[in-house]
Nanobody, 122 residues
Framework: QVQLVEYGGGLVQAGDSLRLSCLTSGRTFSFYAMGWFRQAPGKDREFVIATSWSGDTTYYADSVKGRFTISRDNVKNMVYLQMNSLKPEDTAVYYC???????????????WGQGTQVTVSS
């Protein structure tokens, strides 16, 4: 089992930056691919960004390419989502997730955090 806890969400203005953090515990963190997803009210959960266990493969949603980056610290068992140039359409609950292999599919991730709210005002 892997436990995930996200934090760092909040209310920001359009154009601002925000960094989300995800603390993991349980099975060896460094063995897992890590990803971030988001879900806006009334919409399905959607892929944002994901990276392999080594960090050498990263996938981005087109909507965040050039603005969001993912990083991981396999010593501290942490993964981060750096969000720059935020837009109102980025408003959603953001979820951290772990998978055996890096993928963009929601169904490909086995473990999920409880989510953290990000609200971007215009």
């Amino acid at each position: 089992q892997v436990q995930l806890v996200e934090y760092g969400g909040g209310l920001v203005q359009a154009g601002d930056s925000l960094r989300l953090s995800c603390l993991t515990s349980g099975r060896t963190f460094s063995f897992y691919a890590m990803g971030w997803f988001r879900q806006a009210p009334g919409k399905d959960r959607e892929f944002v960004i994901a990276t392999s266990w080594s960090g050498d493969t990263t996938y981005y949603a087109d909507s965040v390419k050039g603005r969001f980056t993912i990083s991981r610290d396999n010593v501290k068992n942490m993964v981060y989502l750096q969000m720059n140039s935020l837009k109102p359409e980025d408003t959603a609950v953001y979820y951290c997730a772990a998978a055996e292999r890096v993928t963009t599919r929601v169904s490909g991730f086995d473990y999920w955090g409880q989510g953290t709210q990000v609200t971007v005002s215009s």
